[in-house]
């Protein structure tokens, strides 16, 4: 167990559709990652906060967007859904924002749109 | 445009032989983490290199930075069926984003 919490755990959701992924990083920890893992493209970094700020970003499409809220959470929010979304959706965090720090994942969100 | 290539994409090898698996780039990274993912599971860190030629050990896992940071490689000694996994390269592309490889997936037969 990673101490990271992601859910919902898998998601069924069809095109058009609006779906919010949750992830409570570890205890401690102010830095989360969001990555995107689908069979032909390995894992694609979407963006990262820290302390409650955007701090990078990635190949994140303007359909979805991102918030870390005070209590260090965070959630990813995916809209206009399309069949190509479908992919596990990682979080990670870290104490710090470093790449160099260790990062540890949650188990992940399934999404299927259909 | 996959900033890291890892080969080979896939190995299927018996019990007790050896394996390396490569990651490769024309970027430099500050530094380069390895991670196993096992199905249904996130990623988990194995190691972080930092140093150009640097050499980490871990168990029968041995981990090479090359000299100018641009490749990485893992190799697996006498490989048992607890080794499957996907590994993961991952180079620090910035101060914030780390960029992972496509990954190799590895079968170990008993």
């Known amino acids: 167990d990673s101490g990271v919490t992601q859910t919902p755990k898998h998601l069924i959701t069809a095109t058009g559709q609006r779906v919010t992924l949750r992830c409570s990083p570890r205890?401690?920890?102010?830095?989360v990652y969001w990555y995107q893992q689908s069979l032909d493209q390995g894992l694609q970094f979407l963006i990262q906060?820290?302390?409650?700020?955007?701090?990078a970003k990635g190949n994140i499409l303007e359909r979805f967007s991102a918030q870390q809220f005070p209590d260090l959470h965070s959630e990813l929010n995916l809209s206009s859904l399309e069949l190509g979304d479908s992919a596990l959706y990682f979080c990670?965090?870290?104490?710090?924002?470093?790449?160099?720090?260790?990062?540890?994942f949650g188990q992940g969100t399934r999404l299927t749109v259909v | 445009t996959q900033l890291l290539e890892q080969s080979p994409q896939f190995l299927s090898i018996q019990e007790g032989e050896n394996l390396t698996v490569y990651c490769n780039s024309s970027?430099?990274?500050?530094?380069l983490q390895w991670y196993r993912q096992e199905p249904g599971e996130g990623p988990v860190l194995l190691v972080t290199?930092?140093?150009?030629?640097e050499v980490k050990k871990l168990k029968r896992l041995t981990f090479q930075f090359g000299d100018a940071r641009k490749d990485s490689s893992l190799h697996i000694t006498a490989a048992q069926p607890g080794d499957t996994g996907l590994y993961l390269c991952?180079?620090?592309?910035?101060?914030?984003?780390?960029?992972f490889g496509s990954g190799t997936r590895l079968l170990v037969r008993p």
């Open positions: 990670a965090s870290s104490v710090t924002s470093g790449a160099d720090t260790e990062a540890f």
């Open positions: 205890s401690g920890d102010l830095s």
């Open positions: 906060y820290y302390n409650g700020e955007e701090r």
């Open positions: 970027s430099v990274f500050s530094s």
């Open positions: 290199v930092v140093t150009g030629g």
């Open positions: 991952a180079g620090a592309q910035s101060s914030y984003k780390l960029i």
